[in-house]
């Protein structure tokens, strides 16, 4: 291990020591190592819910468009939530927004 001393403007005696930093530029390492991971899942998984939120709007847009005479001529329509939750569309959309949010974060978080 090597140490320098030297004398600071007040006299007092500081210790430089190579190990010593390089040890805590290790740990800041890892510690932004382990930061980037979980930034990239809370963008992940935010760009989820908002992709959820768009796919839900929209799908309610189309239905309604698609049943617009019904809904003029004074007839109710119920939309049920569980189907747009068990179509695989549903599932592409999250899991490629999961994907890409994630992706995104983790390359700009590492340059």
Known sequence: ?????????YGQRLDF???????SRTE??????????????LVGTLTVLL??????VISFWFMSR????LI???VEISFDLSSLVYSPLFWLV???????GFV?????AAR
């Open 94 to 100: 999250a899991v490629s927004g999961f994907a890409l």
């Open 28 to 41: 800041q390492r890892v510690r932004l190592k382990k930061m980037i991971y979980i930034m990239s899942l």
């Open 1 to 9: 291990m090597c140490i320098l001393r030297v004398p600071n403007v």
């Open 72 to 74: 003029s001529s004074g």
């Open 17 to 23: 020591s190579i190990a010593r930093s390089l040890r």
């Open 66 to 69: 698609k049943y617009a005479a």
């Open 51 to 56: 992709l959820v939120v768009i796919y839900v």
């Open 104 to 108: 995104w974060m983790f390359r700009s």
